[in-house]
């Protein structure tokens, strides 16, 4: 049986990192290895406890979470160590990064299959949603959603009154939350991307001027408010309709690509 190791960044005080693995949500065939993304720190400065050869020449699937940034992050080192040593999958994973995104890193040939939550055009990968889409709490929908929802990363991100709710609850509670209300404002990207699965207005947080490529890339895109114009964008914010159908079958579809390069490795 194939050896595969899964490894995404899982902080449970992040829901939208903690549950956007495709191991979570897909059965496979293979044996499967869990390590956690910010693990692999430890082989790269040569900790003993993570020798080098055990991440040399395997399969890897990475995914999801905005793992692509600029070179010189840690994030993107993790990456380009993980990628030169290994055949690799990318799936769901995204930019996130307020400077220039090293898209460079997708043209290596240790890339098996890349699929990014960024919709970029010119770039060596297909379009491929965050698999936390796959969430049965998501066919859960509130009968009576009503008023609007604030969801924050951190207390007091957000400095308007409300109805509010941080990211440090479990995927369901956070669902059934943004489920409950017709419009939602959030500093999160998860917070983003899963109110517009459940068809809600929303908007993005932001009080700076700088923007990150995690939120400029979204398919559906989204309107960036402050303190200030939050009530006028909302008036004029269309629903993004359909997404969570669209979003499940291009990952079904990237499940099928997934099981067979691997198979016939």
Same mark, same amino acid.
């Given at each position: 049986?194939?050896?595969?190791?899964?490894?995404?960044?899982?902080?449970?005080?992040?829901?939208?990192?903690?549950?956007?693995?495709?191991?979570?949500?897909?059965?496979?065939?293979?044996?499967?290895?869990?390590?956690?993304?910010?693990?692999?720190?430890?082989?790269?400065?040569?900790?003993?406890?993570?020798?080098? +050869?055990?991440?040399?020449?395997?399969?890897?699937?990475?995914?999801?979470?905005?793992?692509?940034?600029?070179?010189?992050? +840690?994030?993107? #080192?993790?990456?380009?160590?993980?990628?030169?040593?290994?055949?690799?999958?990318?799936?769901?994973?995204?930019?996130?990064?307020?400077?220039?995104?090293?898209?460079?890193?997708?043209?290596?040939?240790?890339?098996?299959?890349?699929?990014?939550?960024?919709?970029?055009?010119?770039?060596?990968?297909?379009?491929?949603?965050? %698999?936390?889409?796959?969430?049965?709490?998501?066919?859960? %929908?509130?009968?009576?959603?009503?008023?609007?929802?604030?969801?924050?990363?951190?207390? #007091? #991100?957000?400095?308007?009154?409300?109805?509010?709710?941080?990211?440090?609850?479990?995927?369901?509670?956070?669902? $059934?939350?943004?489920?409950?209300?017709? #419009?939602?404002?959030?500093?999160?990207?998860?917070?983003?991307?899963?109110?517009?699965?459940?068809?809600?207005?929303? @908007?993005?947080?932001?009080?700076?001027?700088?923007?990150?490529?995690?939120?400029?890339? @979204?398919?559906?895109?989204?309107?960036?408010?402050?303190?200030?114009?939050?009530?006028?964008?909302?008036?004029?914010?269309?629903?993004?309709?359909?997404?969570?159908?669209?979003?499940?079958?291009? $990952?079904?579809?990237?499940?099928?690509?997934?099981?067979?390069?691997?198979?016939?490795?």
């Amino acid at each position: 049986m194939k050896k595969v190791i899964f490894t995404h960044i899982n902080y449970e005080g992040n829901v939208g990192d903690f549950n956007c693995s495709p191991f979570d949500y897909y059965k496979f065939p293979f044996d499967i290895e869990l390590i956690h993304y910010m693990d692999f720190i430890g082989a790269i400065q040569g900790d003993p406890n993570f020798p080098h +050869h055990k991440f040399k020449d395997r399969i890897i699937v990475i995914g999801g979470g905005g793992l692509i940034t600029t070179k010189g992050d +840690h994030l993107q #080192e993790i990456l380009r160590y993980l990628i030169e040593n290994n055949k690799v999958i990318l799936w769901g994973v995204g930019s996130n990064t307020t400077y220039k995104v090293d898209w460079d890193i997708l043209n290596h040939p240790n890339i098996l299959l890349a699929g990014l939550r960024d919709r970029v055009y010119g770039i060596n990968a297909e379009y491929v949603p965050c %698999s936390s889409c796959k969430h049965p709490a998501f066919d859960n %929908s509130h009968p009576l959603p009503k008023g609007l929802g604030f969801h924050s990363h951190r207390p #007091e #991100e957000i400095p308007m009154e409300g109805d509010k709710i941080l990211n440090n609850v479990s995927i369901e509670e956070l669902i $059934n939350f943004l489920s409950s209300k017709e #419009e939602i404002i959030t500093t999160s990207y998860h917070g983003t991307y899963w109110s517009q699965l459940l068809d809600k207005k929303v @908007l993005h947080y932001n009080e700076n001027e700088v923007v990150g490529s995690k939120y400029l890339n @979204l398919k559906q895109g989204v309107n960036i408010c402050n303190s200030k114009n939050y009530k006028e964008l909302l008036e004029i914010s269309s629903k993004s309709v359909g997404l969570l159908k669209e979003s499940r079958y291009l $990952n079904d579809k990237f499940y099928t690509k997934v099981i067979d390069i691997i198979q016939n490795l």
